[in-house]
């Protein structure tokens, strides 16, 4: 009987030890995962811009994707759509289509979000217009353009993001 209540006795006492280690990895688990959220890169406010920071970034991306939907800034308060204007410079032959690419590296784009007055996001960007050719594996560069995306959480959904294309980036 006297080697039963020994055995429990030091049984007890590993238990406690496991729940002590188990306890310290928890807490030491927790501790990390709070400080690589609040060192993310991407985290922002979704509350104050009406967006988050990954989506915004994603979201500008995605309009670059559809070259019908972008306008070229040619100077103050005057747009034209993009495909207008390369149409209009004779570049554009049968088949082929206008792409647009940003060049900017990944760390460089999540640095230059930033916060415009009233809860608005911004970012600048340097990209390349191209013209892709019929295969889709040729494509020969037209020229650089800074990208200009904006988010306003104040306007419709439908107006919220605005991408415009400024000559000479």
């Given amino acids: 009987m006297s080697n039963q209540n020994q ?3 030091r049984g007890g006492k590993g238990r406690l030890l496991l729940w002590v280690v188990l306890a310290l990895t928890v807490a030491l688990l927790s501790f990390v995962t709070y400080t690589a959220v609040r060192t993310n890169p991407l985290y922002s406010d979704r509350d104050t811009y009406g967006i988050s920071k990954y ?3 994603e979201e500008c991306r ?3 994707q559809d070259p019908a939907e972008l306008q070229l800034s040619a100077g103050p308060g005057q747009e ?3 495909l207008d204007a390369v149409r209009q410079s004779g570049q554009v032959r049968t088949g082929e289509n206008v792409v647009v690419e940003t060049q900017a590296e990944p760390r460089d ?3 230059g979000v930033q916060a415009v007055g009233g809860g608005q996001l911004g970012l600048i960007a340097p990209v390349v217009i191209a013209i892709e050719g ?3 594996q040729s494509r020969r560069p037209l020229g650089q353009a800074t ?3 904006s988010y ?3 306007k419709p959904a439908n107006e919220r993001l605005n991408v415009v294309l400024g000559i000479g980036g």
Avoid: G, T
């Fill in 152 to 154: 306003d959480k104040s």
């Fill in 7 to 9: 055995s429990s006795a």
């Fill in 134 to 136: 019929e295969d889709r």
């Fill in 62 to 64: 995605d309009r670059l």
């Fill in 80 to 82: 034209i759509p993009l």
């Fill in 147 to 149: 990208m200009q995306c």
């Fill in 55 to 57: 989506k915004f970034i």
């Fill in 109 to 111: 784009i999540v640095s």
